[in-house]
């Protein structure tokens, strides 16, 4: 059976017949080699998912369902300090279905957070690659360990093997963190024995929480 592609389309659709991007317009036709009448599966980003029809520059809206978020599970990490490593994380955990990744400001951290619209890019690749119906949220701001909300597991060799009952996992800079930076009681989760690469951590714990 021949790969059916998958789009985001921008909400709100207003008729029966919604644009595509002249970026995906060109992906779908010359690489794609889609014909007028293919199928085309599409989502808003928001839980909708779509069967249609392609038109040059246009799907043609099908049997629409609404799916579910498949997990409310928020991934806070130091930025890796190169943009190709970061590119992989944001990709993976979109394509996993991780509602939402948030960048961690730490003592020892040498990166900083990737450009807004390079982020929205990946994630909406990583969307586009997986079929998924959810578009991860994400963020340019550096939060805080003590900004965060709620039950927060932190990614620490010596801490629980079993992932605990937490909405947000925290992982850290690969410098380590600052003596003092990790708050009294911190909720730890232990990934194994080996030292991971930040984007490696982000998506093992991701996978481990969900």
Sequence with gaps: MAHVPHLLLESPWDSQLVEVSEAQAAHLERVLRLREGDPVSYTDGLGTLGEGRYRPGLVVRGGESTID???????????????????????????????????????????RPPRADRLRAWAVSGLEQSTGVWLMRTSTELVTLSGLDGPVAVCEQGGSKEPPHARTVVIGPEGGWAPGELPEGAMLFDLGNTILRVETAAVVAAARMM
């Design 69 to 111: 978020r498949p997990t409310d599970l928020v991934v806070v990490v130091a930025p890796p300090n190169n943009r190709d490593r970061a590119r992989f994380m944001i990709e993976k955990l979109s394509e996993m279905g991780v509602a939402e990744v948030r960048f961690l400001e730490t003592r020892y951290g040498q990166g």
